[in-house]
């Protein structure tokens, strides 16, 4: 039996949703929040493709306590998913987050539970990730503190919570200085979080996200992330909402064998250089495939199909 609530996230995209229940019946979680975000309006794909998510709750066939939230309109993805974890967290203390294209394997949920309970009163820490972007050769210790949260699979506190701010409007800025010594001197990193920061401020790209990384980076806090990979993302895809395009690939999925918390939590500074190498390097990779597709759209408006 599986306690710890867990909220899952969908949209649009039935076929994922559904799956996502079928994997958490390898566990069967007693305590699960479902939230829908509603069809963009006049559009009636949308509204056949939330209807169907909907439906595919009905696939949840253990003994649970099941809370939905269905929204009637759009919220977009920014709203939708930070309004959703603000509805848990009314009810709730901690909660492991699930968007419908995020595929978690046992050791996730095992990560997670343990963490947030060890954790609980370590105001230091703000999430618990299941995503590791990179894995070192030889390593013992099955976790880490990291200053960068991962999102794929993640799990949080509503002590946590309490410091997240959707519109980013009463948080001072954080200056350049800051952001160059949070990445390390990596110059390309720390100007594009400065960029997202300030869109996000102007309110010129709808998402979540960065405003837990810009609340995590202000209060100065840490995240908990396994040294192995315990999900994967399925969702890169024309109908995803921002990964459209392929990352840079993750290591594959672990299970965690003999997890525990005893030992001391600790920043490894191999891991932090490997995750802004990677994180530049998929800068770079979706920078080349926006590019590509922007040619290819170009090429096929000036070239006439027979």
Not at 229 to 241: C, D, E, P, R
Not at 244 to 254: E, G, N, Q
């Amino acid at each position: 039996m599986f306690d710890t609530p867990i909220l899952v996230l969908g949209f649009n995209r039935p076929d994922l949703f559904a799956d996502l229940l079928e994997n958490l019946r390898d566990i069967s979680p007693t305590n699960i929040y479902i939230a829908v975000d509603g069809p963009r309006e006049g559009n009636k794909e949308d509204a056949a493709n939330v209807e169907e998510t909907i439906s595919s709750i009905e696939l949840i066939d253990w003994s649970c306590n099941i809370k939905i939230l269905k929204r009637n309109s759009n919220l977009g993805c920014g709203r939708a998913v930070s309004s959703a974890i603000s509805w848990v967290m009314e009810t709730e203390s901690k909660v492991i987050i699930l968007e419908d294209d995020i595929r978690p394997n046992k050791s996730f949920f095992e990560f997670c539970s343990k963490a947030l309970t060890h954790f609980e009163d370590d105001e230091r820490i703000m999430t618990i990730g299941g995503h590791s972007l990179i894995e070192l050769p030889n390593q013992t210790d099955k976790f880490r503190l990291s200053m960068y949260p991962e999102i794929w699979g993640w799990a949080t506190w509503k002590r946590s919570w309490e410091h997240y701010e959707f519109s980013l409007q009463n948080l001072p800025k954080i200056n350049f200085r800051k952001l160059l010594s949070i990445y390390g001197g990596n110059f390309v990193l720390a100007f594009q979080c400065s960029m997202n920061f300030r869109k996000m401020r102007s309110h010129m790209i709808d998402t979540w996200d960065y405003q837990l990384l810009y609340s995590s980076f202000f209060h100065n806090k840490f995240h908990v992330l396994p040294n192995m990979n315990l999900t994967k993302n399925v969702g890169f895809n024309s109908q995803a909402t921002h990964t459209k395009y392929l990352p840079v690939p993750s290591p594959a999925r672990k299970e965690i064998v003999d997890l525990n918390f005893k030992n001391h939590a600790y920043i490894s500074n191999d891991y932090e250089k490997l995750t802004r190498r990677h994180l530049q390097h998929q800068i770079f990779t979706s920078l080349k495939s926006h590019i590509i597709q922007r040619i290819k759209a170009l090429v096929k408006r000036r070239i006439p199909i027979k």
